[in-house]
């Protein structure tokens, strides 16, 4: 006997397994919730204003606060009444604030930065300006020492600003309303002290930032992730990875086992664990230790991949049980259906590559900060989406076609005896159900996604706060595990067949009536049971 | 110090709230400039009669008024002082703006009323200076901590442990808008030290303004999920500019609820009961004035009116605002005064070529500008009608 655990499984053990998995998903949206603060904190900058007062000052980074602060203005009219120019401001920003520090354990830090213009009648902010931006960053670890260059870069950013009252000379002095323009991303936070020198160079002859109207501030909004979330989620991996390896080395000895080689299904299920154990693996502990910058995308590639296996099994998986004539049990058959995952994959491949890989030279790279760079961006991102709607329909009709496939069998059932038909039933349920266990756990990412967009962050619930983002992102992390882990389990060839060299009793069907439904069956080699009703009306 | 005893007493000639606010901490007054004299005025509070007053009425909120307060706490006083003085002349200077065009148009005077508890005001104007003074200084609070100006914003250091420490590590520091509630809260309630409707009344107005500016702050997102997406976001509240408080604050002002409070009734536990009841029942955003204005547009000796026989207005020009909108029916003709023409020449920049800050290249232009004033309408009958005039709202 071929069949898979759910099918010799008695309703009552498959209910316990059911519960206990339940009591997990709660588990892991309550870390989420309750022990782990917010995913990330934004902190507000306001770049304080310093005049580059020629060979007075030694160093060539100007502090914004503490010992060695540079000569300061308050706002530009006090630089009007001194005569300084526009060349000789600097903006400094000193990440984080006083007596703070920033720690590996934030992962990720990006910067937002955002123009304060003020109206003036005779001044207006001009169609389609473009601010040049000359900034350096640097570092350091302790505060005395001198600050060290991380990069430097003269950088293109267009203003999309609008004035939303009325033009007028009531109205000066108002702010435009600007949209949030990218700065900078760090894919790792390995200093303590960082410190932003953003100059806005004057060039009447090369047309720099001429017509951007009156600039009152530079504000900047710094968001990492909070230490504390890290420290959740990496634990949160750490114990995954070894619950999600076990189960996978336990499935692949069931198919080892077997005399039959494995089929497809049961390899993509193989895969689907891989790809799950990859992601799981808490490689990102050395982030804490080492300045790796590009953690940021080996993340995004190793989330990639994963995302990209569970679509393709959920097509395989529902070719495989589409019961018509076809011959499948190869991966050939699917190219068409898998074809638009890989495509549009590697379509945000690409795309990730030129933001966050260039982000890795250049922090203050932006790919949206240009036209080309932007056309193109939406250029992938609209390929990756039509893909994406051509895998969902596709999908959609496949399973589509297995429910008209099985209900079609359903008519032959009452011809059939009646143990057999009692255990088709089941399996027919069976199958249906972890179906609806797949589309109650898509239900739920995009639910909890949804909450997560809407909700202001936490609810109080009496003395207890409820992280929602945090509970999200854990919640859902743990669920596709869960799932993962279920379907290995639950798919694993029955071990009956091997009768007393198995001892896991806890998971083999011992009960005299699973016996009884299960050697009825005429013995053909494929994973489960649906298969051999295919295998069989293929033959007919 | 006993609790019946005011800050007023440092200044006694002007005393008002705001105008306290004003001397004790407006940059003449202040003692903050330099680090090491700054820190041995407030230690010893004799030595500065203003700043070590109100430094202990300041604190005495947290510290049951203690007899001496923890030199760190005199500190922190001082490292925000200058701030709550910025704050509180930003206020100022939005409620001159927002009244540009009204009959009372916000005066410095005003601001500086005695406070003698029988000749204290408490109308709705009264009511919007407190209100915009308390979100000017916790607006400038706010502000200066994203300048990094104070050591301590959103963390509080003290339960934390140490400074930055395992809390900041762990999950960030609140938002730099709740430290400015809360020292606000310190610095512009401590002025109010009665305990009579009045007192109650300025409370709630301080607390109104505090809300203004939390009520306009506007939440903003970033995404940054995997490749850009929005499976990550954060948000934040954003300061607005100041002018969105003020004019939030104007409509609060146009719409200010008048309290009833039984006069005369002493000031028994009974009646400061009753008194917090009636304040606890009106929302916290609103406004409250205990009395009506009073007529601006006559000049007024005693409660320090000017009147609006001089003020200039605004008529017939292109893009008028909503305040300069008949600003010369209502500060001259409906105060039964004349509107005068007066022209002038005046030279004024032109064709000008501006950078983003500082450089600006002008030239000179002759122009003929004609301003409106008010005055005294020719002939009896005028003047009987401006004096039956009551101010409507």
Known sequence: MAGAIIENMSTKKLVIVGVILLLFQVFSFLVGGLIAPSPTTAIHYLAMKCVDARKVQQSKWFMPWGPNQCNKIRDFDEAMVRMIEANDIVFAVHIPLPNKEMSPWFQFMLVIMQFDIAFKVVNQIEDGAEVTIDVGLAYRDDSVSEWTEMAHSIEKRKLSCNFTTSKTYENEGRYYECDLLPFMELGSVAHKYYLLNIRLPVSERKRVNVGIGEIKDIRLVGIHQNGGFTKVWFAMKTFLTPSILIIMVWYWRRITLMTRPPVLLEKVIFALGISMTFINIPVEWFSVGFNWTWMLLFGDIRQGIFYAMLLSFWIIFCGEHLMDQTERNRFAVYWKQVGPIVFGSFCLFIFDMCERGVQLKNPFYSIWASDVGTELAMAFIIVAGICACLYFLFLCFMVFQVFRNISGKRTSLPAMSKARRLHYEGLIFRFKFLMLVTLACAAMTVIFFIISQVNEGHWHWGDYTLQVNSAFFTGIYGMWNLYVFAIMFLYAPSHKRYGDEQSNGDLGVNSGEDIQLTTTITHLDGPTEIYKMTGKEAQE | ?393
């Not at chain 2, 800050?357 to 002759?366: F, G, H, L, P």
């Open chain 2, 1 to 393: 110090m006993d609790e019946g005893q005011a800050p007023w007493e440092c200044h006694p000639h002007h005393l008002t709230d705001t105008g306290a606010l004003h001397s004790c901490l407006s940059p003449g007054g202040r003692g903050v400039g330099g680090g090491g004299t700054a820190v041995r005025a407030g230690t010893s509070p004799g030595l500065t009669p203003c700043g070590g007053n109100k430094t202990r009425r300041a604190l005495s909120v947290s510290k049951n008024g203690m007899a001496s307060q923890p030199a760190y706490l005199v500190l922190a006083y001082l490292i925000y002082s200058s701030s709550v003085a910025a704050g509180a002349q930003s206020g100022i200077e939005e409620c001159k703006h927002q009244f540009a065009w009204e009959r009372w148009n916000c005066p410095e005077r005003a601001l500086q009323l005695s406070t003698h508890s029988g000749l204290r005001s408490a109308n709705r104007e009264t009511a919007f200076v407190h209100a915009i003074s308390s979100a000017g200084v916790m607006y400038t609070l706010t502000r200066n901590c994203s300048l990094g100006d104070f050591d301590n914003c959103g963390c509080d250091d003290t339960r934390n442990g140490q400074l930055g420490g395992q809390g900041w590590l762990w999950g960030g520091c609140s938002d730099n808008v709740g430290f400015g509630e809360a020292i606000s809260k310190q610095f512009v309630d401590a002025l109010e030290t009665g305990q009579d409707a009045r007192a109650a009344m300025n409370l709630h107005n301080n607390e109104a303004g505090r809300k203004a500016v939390k009520g306009t702050m506007q939440r903003t997102c970033k995404c940054h999920g995997v490749s850009g997406s929005c499976t990550t976001q954060t948000c934040w509240l954003q300061l607005p500019e100041f002018r969105e408080v003020g004019n939030y604050l104007k409509e609060k002002y146009e719409r200010a609820l008048q309290v009833d409070v039984l006069r005369g009734a002493g000031n028994s536990a009974a009646s400061r009961g009753a008194i917090a009841d009636t304040f606890s029942s009106i929302s916290r955003k609103e406004l409250v004035h205990l009395e009506d204005s009073p007529n601006y547009c006559l000049e007024n000796k005693t409660l320090g009116l000017a009147g609006t026989e001089g003020r200039e207005c605004v008529r017939r020009g292109k893009g008028l605002g909503r305040g300069e909108r008949r600003s010369c029916r209502r500060l001259c003709g409906d105060c039964g005064l004349a509107v005068e023409e007066r022209r002038a020449d005046t030279l004024s920049s032109c064709n000008c070529k501006f950078h983003w800050c500082c450089a600006v290249k002008c030239e000179q232009c002759r122009k003929t500008v004609t301003k409106y004033y008010c005055v005294k309408r020719q002939g009896r009958g005028g003047r009987r009608r401006g004096l039956s005039l009551r101010r409507k709202h």
